[in-house]
């Protein structure tokens, strides 16, 4: 049985997915928060401590149906300061992985597959759009009608990331999050995460492993929102990399409300004979995520949780990473994580939320 795309389908580009999506929400129960909201992230309440992570939620549209559907805590998909393309199509395939996607795996090429016979629990896939956006002309109106789909209980969370335009310095750079940041607050929004750990912007690279560039991006980014909370959405950190992660962590603590791991793991993805499969300059290496990270997610989780404890920082942690169903959200839980995201499989799972709710 194949897969029933919801919040995005792999099987058309990212304009389309954009202009047509979400998909076969014909039969949709909205999901009712009468009760009084008992959970709480960044110092608001919340209906439930999961939701959707930064990605599918392509815009309004997408991310009505993820309130609609129960999902409390949804990320807008990252923006940037102006108009920028998306990588050529496809831009999310499915993948050959069999268990835990290890460094020493993602090392060597992947295979991957325009089609899967795989359930979804299985689902392991990788994201390469390069960060597109519409820029402010279209997401900061599209921003005010997203959040007006907010219930009680529910919360928007606006991601951005800093772009990189002809003759910046690399402090233009990091004024671009700040300035960014604060056009969404301007226009309504009540929570920030900045993006530190897109694999996919290779003149970018991955900004979260140097830590100055961290430190520097949180501070400006803190002092144009002010009392908004901000978030930072981290990559991983090898074992190898423990005491800048916990450098970073201590450091950036004072600017953060909370930190969120992980993005994704990049790997060489290839076609069945070895070739590079995404089409275009810089994409042999794409972020892989879904099932195959769980591991890596769950790890970070579990070190960032020992670091603010041993340090008494005042920070939350979002669990994102292979979050495919209930039994997934609870093993979060039990590491630490405050608050749980799951892209890849909500991307065919509108019912998730309603699922975690069950056992809740
Ligand atoms: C289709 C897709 C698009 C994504 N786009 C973004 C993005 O714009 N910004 C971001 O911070 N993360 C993005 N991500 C990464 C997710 O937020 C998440 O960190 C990662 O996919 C791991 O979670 P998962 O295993 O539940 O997918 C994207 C993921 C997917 C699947």
Known sequence: MSLKPVFYDPAITYEENFSKGPFNINNINIVKNDKNPKYSFVGRKVNSPFGVAAGILLNSNHVKHAFDMGFD????????????????????????????????????????????????????????????????????????????????????IMSVVGTILKGFTEQDYFDDFASTAKLAVDNGAKV????????????????????????????????????????????????????????????????????SVINTIAAPIVDKYGNQLLPGPNRLKAGVCGKGIKWAGLDMVERINKIRQENNLNLQVIGVGGVMNTDDFIEYRQKGADLVQSATAAMWNDNLANQVKAIL
């Open 73 to 156: 805590v949804v990320c807008y998909k990252t923006q940037r300061s102006t108009t920028f393309p998306c990588n050529e199509y496809p831009n999310v395939v499915y993948l050959d992985v069999k268990g835990n996607l290890t460094l020493e795996k993602a090392s060597k090429p992947i295979v991957g597959h325009s089609t899967t016979n795989k359930s979804l629990a299985e689902v392991t896939v990788t994201n390469s759009f390069g960060v597109p956006s519409k820029g402010p002309s279209f997401w900061v109106e599209d921003l005010k009608k997203a959040l007006s789909h907010q219930g009680k209980g529910q919360l928007l």
């Open 192 to 259: 920030i995460e900045i993006n530190l750990s897109c694999p996919n912007v290779a003149s970018e690279g991955v900004l979260c492993y140097t830590k100055a560039s961290v430190i520097a991006i949180c501070k400006k980014t803190k002092q144009a929102i002010g009392n908004v909370p901000l978030i930072a959405k981290l990559g991983y950190f090898s074992k190898l990399q423990q005491d800048t992660l916990k450098a970073t962590i201590i450091e950036a603590s004072p600017y953060l409300s909370a930190v």
